[in-house]
T-cell receptor, first 116, second 114 residues
Framework: GAVVSQHPSRVICKSGTSVKIECRSL??????MFWYRQFPKQSLMLMAT?????????EQGVEKDKFLINHASLTLSTLTVTSAHPEDSSFYIC????????????FGSGTRLTVV | GENVEQHPSTLSVQEGDSAVIKCTYS??????FPWYKQELGKRPQLIID?????GEKKDQRIAVTLNKTAKHFSLHITETQPEDSAVYFC?????????????FGQGTTLQVKP
């Protein structure tokens, strides 16, 4: 089946620094990838839709200059949290759908970000 | 945009009993409704899904029903086991995996007591 690899699984960074999270589709092409954020004991909140070769579409309330998304190829999307603050500490998870298939979303393993 | 409401937020049942989790959605154009099980610190795992052209789907102890008119869908787990304990999320999408973003419900923490 479709596999999505997400790295790193855990990262601790200092306030003010930037962190890049990678999401790769290993055995399929993903025109579209989705980035979610999940705070403890809460649901997955969609942050943005990442489109290969074009600008990402951000959900209301998500700062596009703070959460930079790049989807340069059909197998890789990256999320960069810029100028991180402790309130950005969260579980970030990506999801991708296979280009040739309708429906069916595969999730990455998630990244636990802690900003100190 | 789409809004998905999920109830209850917590559910405790005795082993062997049934558990039912309900969701409603707001976007009548939504046509794909998956259910996920998530264990602490892990990715959501798809347990069952249903498309809008079907009213019910069953997979062993798990079933999902969909009422498009009322815009609600439910997860039914029969003969619950302690290993069913986890957080369950419903979700809704209006398109294919290429264009349809998944919007999640708030989640239900299911506890199955042995």
């Amino acid at each position: 089946g479709a596999v999505v690899s997400q790295h790193p699984s855990r990262v601790i960074c200092k306030s003010g620094t930037s962190v890049k999270i990678e999401c790769r589709s290993l055995d399929f092409q993903a025109t579209t990838m989705f980035w979610y954020r999940q705070f403890p004991k809460q649901s997955l909140m969609l942050m943005a839709t990442s489109n290969e070769g074009s600008k990402a579409t951000y959900e209301q309330g998500v700062e596009k200059d703070k959460f930079l998304i790049n989807h340069a190829s059909l197998t890789l999307s990256t999320l960069t949290v810029t100028s991180a603050h402790p309130e950005d500490s969260s579980f970030y998870i990506c999801s991708a759908g296979e280009t040739s298939a309708n429906y069916g979303y595969t999730f990455g393993s998630g990244t636990r970000l802690t900003v100190v | 945009g789409e809004n998905v409401e999920q109830h209850p937020s917590t559910l405790s049942v005795q082993e062997g009993d049934s558990a039912v989790i309900k969701c409603t959605y707001s976007d009548s154009a939504s046509n794909y409704f998956p259910w996920y099980k998530q264990e602490l610190g892990k990715r959501p795992q798809l347990i069952i899904d249903i498309r809008s052209n079907v009213g019910e789907k069953k997979d062993q102890r798990i079933a999902v029903t969909l009422n498009k008119t009322a815009k609600h869908f439910s997860l039914h787990i029969t003969e619950t086991q302690p290993e069913d304990s986890a957080v369950y999320f419903c979700a809704a999408s209006r398109g294919s995996s290429n264009t349809g973003k998944l919007i999640f419900g708030q989640g239900t923490t299911l506890q199955v007591k042995p």
